[in-house]
């Protein structure tokens, strides 16, 4: 606080408490009392932007704790008062700073650790807001969700068509969406067994009947496929 805050500020206590009001107006003392203030008060902002922080409302809280306490005896708000109240507000800013990653480059350590010291401390002095995570308010952004409504899938077209080499059984199933026809992996294989929105597999048994191997197959089984085509026939008709 510059001292011409420092002067407005002692003011308002002065019209609250006649003990300060005295000292102000006492020409021997006065300027010790400002000067005294302003010294210990340096490095405390008399208000912060958006309102979180107002010296004022510090002082306002120190006498109204007190008015309701008749029998206390308390003496006027002294410069600790406000430096304790800065310190748990302080410390409270610093909790909400998440330390964002500095533009310096990282391996040039000493400008990036200088960064960080610079906003940490313009935070810790009020010259800067903390700069915190932001929360989600909304769901996805407007875009995913258009996506999604589009086509089902947060990943754009081009990555998933690059994808659909990496899985085939998707991509079969994702094509026969887009052309429109039913999704055979909807229903469940009579002819492997496979449940519904598991692939089919290819068993190869030996004489004996045991299962030799059972490979997933990237497209489904011709039954399955009718079994769906139906199903889907007939949902279409009614
Ligand atoms: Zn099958």
């Known amino acids: 606080m510059t001292p011409r805050e420092i002067v407005a500020l002692l003011d308002r206590v002065a019209t609250i408490d006649g ?4 000292q102000l107006n006492d020409a021997s003392s006065a300027e010790r009392v400002v000067t005294r203030w ?8 008399a208000t912060l932007p958006a309102g979180s ?5 510090v ?21 600790y008062d406000i430096l304790t109240a800065w310190a748990r507000h302080r410390d409270a800013l610093m909790q909400r700073h998440t330390d964002p990653t500095p533009a310096a480059d990282p391996d040039d350590v000493p400008a990036f650790l200088t960064e960080m010291r610079t906003t940490r401390t313009a935070v810790a002095t ?5 700069i915190e995570y932001r929360a989600l308010t909304s769901g996805p952004h407007p875009a995913i969700e258009a996506r999604l409504r589009a086509i089902g ?6 990555a998933r068509a690059e994808l659909a080499r990496y899985r085939p059984v998707r991509a079969v199933r994702e094509a026969a969406v887009a052309a429109g026809q039913p999704d055979p992996l909807n229903v469940r294989c009579d002819w492997c067994q496979a449940p519904e929105g598991r692939p089919c597999r290819s068993r190869r048994v030996r004489p004996d009947g045991s299962v030799r ?4 197959r990237a497209t489904p089984h011709p039954s399955r496929v009718e079994l769906a085509t139906a199903q889907h026939g007939g949902e279409a008709a009614a």
């Open 213 to 216: 191997s059972n490979a997933r």
């Open 59 to 79: 002082v306002r809280n120190y006498y109204e704790r007190r008015g309701g306490d008749n029998s206390a005896q308390y003496h006027p708000v002294e410069p």
């Open 19 to 22: 003990r300060i009001d005295r």
């Open 38 to 45: 302003t010294t210990a008060l340096a490095d405390v902002p």
């Open 53 to 57: 922080w107002d010296v004022g409302r």
């Open 126 to 130: 009020g010259r800067a807001a903390p």
């Open 153 to 158: 899938s947060c990943i754009p077209s081009p």
